[in-house]
């Protein structure tokens, strides 16, 4: 699993596409393990806060799991959660799905919306 571009508009438009669904776009970091211990990533992620669930959205095949079992497997990192409201605000101020400046190391190349 690597944080991409793709992940963080995949998570960003499915929760554009559910307001009021009380999902949350969650912003973080991803920490290596074993020979890749030293690497961090950014990586995007929705959760569910009232029923502690995370969906994983870095792969073809999204994953529904329980978010401190999320947490644990991909070894992340919450910077930032985001409703629908301030998602839609950060998209507008930066022009991008993200990452966004919240203390997440080695950013991928943003790519701005057209």
Request: aromatic share 8%; net charge negative.
């Amino acid at each position: 699993m690597r944080g991409t571009d793709e992940t963080f508009e995949r998570c960003a438009k499915w929760l554009l596409e559910r307001p009021g669904s009380g999902w949350m776009v969650v912003h973080g970091t991803v920490n290596g393990r074993g020979q890749m211990d030293d690497e961090q990533y950014p990586q995007a992620w929705l959760e569910f806060p009232t029923t502690g669930l995370a969906l994983d959205m870095n792969t073809d095949t999204p994953i529904l799991v329980e978010r401190k079992k999320y947490l644990d497997i991909v070894n992340a990192e919450p910077a930032a959660q985001y409703d629908v409201t301030g998602l839609q605000l950060s998209i507008e101020l930066h022009q991008t799905y993200g990452p966004w400046d919240h203390g997440e190391s080695k950013p991928p190349e943003k790519r701005k919306i057209h």
